[in-house]
């Protein structure tokens, strides 16, 4: 059974970066999509970005520049960055398998930005 | 603003059918089979109920269905349940800079 798990700071200062990380149990990064994806509280849901592993990695245009997602294939983990960040990015974040058709998501992890 | 257009929300009693529109454009809906449906209770993670427009993963009850005409891709739940209340999105595959396109989103309450 796949599980995937956020980590990362729950509240970050508006400017700065949110940096969290996915850690995959139960199945490999390689051979699969992966996305991020947020939700503001009360709103719906908004697709980040989705890599394949050594194929490409592709962002939602209105977040490419302040968006970058990475792997650690030794850990099975991937990250996500968002730059110069606003309240305007405090959300439930999740990270997740697919990005067509998601079969497994995380539990997601609030973060909030605010002074 | 949703790419898709999605009700705000729906409702049913107990036993009833609904039926959730999920409308796209020419680039995404009507173009590609790749529409899925997520189901959301409060303060959980999506669960995939439909995917490829009508086929349902492994443990989906057969009251969920989906179909697609033109643009437009539908999900219909028969005899409603209690346990069905919840969001529903829709999303998909879309030939654009953005290749993941969601719906905003439907509220489904059983009455």
């Known amino acids: 059974q796949v599980q995937l798990q956020e980590s990362g700071p729950g509240l970050v200062k508006p400017s700065e970066t949110l940096s969290l990380t996915c850690t995959v149990s139960g199945g490999s990064i390689s051979g699969h999509h992966w996305s991020w994806i947020r939700q503001p509280p009360g709103k719906g849901l908004e697709w980040i970005g989705y890599f394949y592993y050594g194929v490409t990695t592709k962002y939602s245009p209105s977040l490419k520049s302040r968006v970058t997602i990475s792997v650690d294939t030794s850990k099975n983990q991937f990250s996500l960055k968002l730059t110069s960040v606003t309240a305007a990015d405090t959300a439930v974040f999740y990270c997740?398998?697919?990005?067509?058709?998601?079969?497994?998501w995380g539990q997601g992890t609030l973060v909030t930005v605010s002074s | 603003q949703s790419a898709l257009t999605q009700p705000a929300s729906v409702s049913g009693s107990p036993g009833q059918s609904i039926t959730i529109s999920c409308t796209g454009t020419s680039s995404d809906v009507g173009a590609y089979i790749y529409v899925s449906w997520y189901q959301q209770h409060p303060d959980k993670a999506p669960k995939l109920m439909i995917y490829e427009v009508a086929n349902r993963p492994s443990g989906v009850p057969d009251r969920f269905s989906g179909s697609k005409s033109g643009n437009t891709a539908s999900l219909t739940i028969s005899g409603l349940q209690a346990e069905d209340e919840a969001d529903y999105y829709c999303t998909s595959y879309s030939a654009t800079d953005t290749p993941v396109v969601f719906g905003g989103g439907t509220k489904l309450t059983v009455l």
């Open positions: 997740a398998r697919g990005y067509d058709s998601i079969d497994y």
